[in-house]
């Protein structure tokens, strides 16, 4: 049985994906202001922030929303919590490279754990626009056009066993990783192709695609990351899991780290089965 404010949802996504997408083309200027996180904004991440609350909030079954690009939660009655990354990889906008949205829907009062979504979806705009979407029966990926989604591929499964076109792509820089995570990338590199993209959304779909392995680790100068927990890492693990694969805050599922902060980090590690595993014997 679908559920209608989490249908709802994908649904307005879809349709607010193309305007998102023309934003990216006219709105690439700096904005004055920074986000929660210390970050630049541009002026499609404040646009994009402003559609989105503007037709997600009244949603039947929506009481809630927050996203990367604002200080607190905005309540709007009863139902469940949306939490956004309006223009997730920002600085690709610049240099015309790939950029995405992404949503996870919680079954709680924000900030949630991940055990509590009930639906994720990642937008991703490259030469086609296009949408993965998790709810708690399937994962289905999208092609988005004018303001409609059509399946495109239906039970999106990871890859068990990658095989000459699995992926691996890893965040932040070498020196400042830590010295078991150097190790293991360092194995990888005789199994995948490195691919990295500056936006997690297009390693996303590399990974849900050909198999392998994204991650944004612990950093020695940043223990917990880059990646925020209730519009990044919490979305995509949940899609993942959904998917067949696994998601690693390092020692257990991302959806099981518990959530104190809108805005928190968490290390992210996310894959096919094998390299999450092997990932967590790596750290411990
Ligand atoms: O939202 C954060 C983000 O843009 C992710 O999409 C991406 O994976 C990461 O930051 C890129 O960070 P860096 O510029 O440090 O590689
Ligand atoms: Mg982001």
């Not at 700096?30 to 922030?49: M, R, T, Y």
């Not at 402003?50 to 039947?60: A, N, Y």
């Not at 709680?108 to 754990?113: F, G, H, M, Q, V």
Request: hydrophobic share 35%; aromatic share 8%; net charge negative.
């Amino acid at each position: 049985m679908s559920n209608q404010p989490v249908e709802d949802v994908f649904d307005a996504v879809a349709e607010t994906a193309p305007e998102i997408r023309n934003t990216l083309v006219e709105r690439v200027g700096f904005e004055s202001e920074e986000n929660p996180s210390g970050e630049e904004q541009i002026a499609a991440d404040v646009f994009a922030d402003r559609l989105l609350e503007e037709r997600l909030l009244p949603i039947d079954g929506i009481g809630q929303y927050a996203s990367e690009e604002r200080d607190e939660i905005v309540s709007g009655g009863e139902g469940y919590g949306v939490a956004v990354d309006p223009v997730d990889g920002s600085s690709n906008i610049q240099t015309n490279n790939a950029a995405g949205t992404i949503l996870g829907i919680y079954d709680a009062d924000l900030p949630a754990r991940g055990e509590t979504l009930v639906g994720a979806a990642c937008v991703l705009y490259g030469p086609r626009t296009t949408m993965i979407a998790a709810d708690e029966e399937s994962v289905t990926e999208y092609l988005l056009e004018d303001g409609d989604r059509k399946a495109v591929r239906e039970n999106v499964t990871i890859p068990d066993e990658p095989d000459d076109h699995g992926v691996y792509g890893f965040g932040g820089r070498v020196p400042d990783w830590h010295e078991d995570f150097r190790a293991y990338a360092r194995e990888l590199e005789h199994e995948l192709r490195l691919r990295y993209s500056g936006a997690m959304i297009g390693d996303i779909n590399q990974v849900l695609t050909y198999g392998g392995i994204f991650a944004y680790p612990a950093l020695q100068s940043s223990p917990q990351g880059k990646l925020r927990l209730q519009y990044e890492g919490n979305p995509i693990g949940y899609i993942a899991e959904a998917a067949g694969g696994r998601s690693s805050a390092g020692d257990r599922s991302i959806l099981a780290v518990s959530a104190d902060d809108v805005h928190q980090r968490v290390p992210v590690h996310i894959g096919t089965t094998e390299y999450v595993d092997r990932l967590e014997t790596a750290l411990d």
